[in-house]
């Protein structure tokens, strides 16, 4: 575990929260759910287990709070400016994305850990997480006049933006494993992505 102990201090209940949160992201990064214990966070945000309990009563709980905080935060960063054409703003909205993949990347991980935790609770808040995603790029594409006639109908749309998303995952989850000074820079990467999903939408 590479995590540090931090020193005890007063906060606030929004700051102690996010401590613990961020704590248990930088956990449940390194390791799978089964490997990971509430008294470690504990232990390394310096609280006593019965405060943390007090916050999240359990880990199914613990880890779909860590899961739910990344997905509203990543809501929050890609959201589509609205009157802005996909093709202009496709290019910033993902060096936003990976803005907040590079920053985050124990977040990010902790949340596409979700999927294999085993608890289906933690699953459903992650597949919401996904489905939220999903609904936003839609409703950005069928807002826009200058692609919304020439999209796909209604179920190959949504499964072109179901594919995209998996593959942006998964080409950013490589990219953070990558050395340092790897070749596949983070323009490369948004370019990569970017004609992707315009390819997959054949727009």
Known sequence: MTAERTTR???????????LLSVGAKLFAQSPYGDVWIEQVAEIAGVSRGLLYHYFPNKRDFFA??????????????AAVPGVPVREQLGAGLDTFLGYVAAHAEGFRAFH?????GDPVVRTVYREGLAAQERQILAALAADPEIADRLPDPAALRLAVRGWLAFLVAVCLDWLDEPEGSELGRDHLRDLCARALLGALDC
Do not use: G, K, N
Request: aromatic share 0%; glycine share 0%.
């Open 9 to 19: 201090r007063r906060l606030s209940t929004e700051q102690r929260r996010e401590q």
């Open 65 to 78: 709070a860590v899961v739910r905080r990344e997905s509203e935060r990543m809501l929050r960063l890609t």
């Open 113 to 117: 850990r979700a999927e294999s935790a």
